[in-house]
T-cell receptor, first 113, second 114 residues
């Protein structure tokens, strides 16, 4: 119930391509879904986040698509760049609770130059 | 831009020893968290702290763990008697009253228990 499943585990994309990372959750009480980017040796940094009252949110080259009925959400990175090479984590939290994050297992993205 | 800081960046300790990991959350943030990430695995919630008390803790956060906000700026995680399986990266995070759903993470402390 508390799990967030993330796929793929790793992803290789050509420069300029689209990177797509998917997450699924079970607990319908989750109502805040952030994506974090983590570079080696660094802490996770917030990339973009969405609430279930919208189906899509776009910030620059990053877009979250949200499917409430399927309990799935995905991150799309358009025009992927080598500098995007990092590990991406999706997360979910309940804003009615303590706001703790349940993280997905992470996706290691490598963008080839 | 304000950021969460953590010290030390690396800590090596012997099994059974006590360690204290320190965090300075972003000023005026009121919600504080500790997470850990075992090498190659996902980030896991340990504990949340608000209004000078624990608001939630995970199954991982047993009696060997404690948290404290000793002076209004630092937020510490103490592991009383470290085990080999405590080896991990420990992240502190904080969030403001307004926009509390967004957590800001520190760079982490890599703990190695020998």
């Amino acid at each position: 119930q508390q799990q967030v499943k993330q796929s793929p585990q790793s992803l290789i994309v050509q420069k300029g391509g689209i990177s797509i990372i998917n997450c699924a959750y079970e607990n319908t009480a989750f109502d805040y879904f952030p994506w974090y980017q983590q570079f080696p040796g660094k802490g996770p940094a917030l990339l973009i986040a969405i609430r279930p009252d919208v189906s899509e949110k776009k910030e620059g080259r990053f877009t979250i698509s949200f499917n409430k009925s399927a309990k799935q959400f995905s991150l799309h990175i358009m025009d992927s760049q080598p500098g995007d090479s990092a590990t991406y984590f999706c997360a979910a939290s309940m804003t009615s609770g303590t706001y703790k994050y349940i993280f997905g297992t992470g996706t290691r993205l490598k963008v080839l130059a | 831009e304000p950021e969460v800081t953590q010290t030390p960046s690396h800590q090596v300790t012997q099994m059974g020893q006590e360690v204290i990991l320190r965090c300075v959350p972003i000023s005026n943030h009121l919600y504080f968290y500790w997470y850990r990430q075992i090498l190659g695995q996902k980030v896991e919630f340990l504990v949340s702290f608000y209004n000078n008390e624990i608001s939630e803790k995970s199954e991982i956060f047993d009696d060997q763990f404690s948290v404290e906000r000793p002076d209004g700026s630092n937020f510490t995680l103490k592991i009383r008697s470290t085990k080999l399986e405590d080896s991990a990266m420990y992240f502190c995070a904080s969030s403001p009253e307004w926009g509390k759903e967004t957590q800001y993470f520190g760079p982490g402390t890599r703990l190695l228990v020998l």
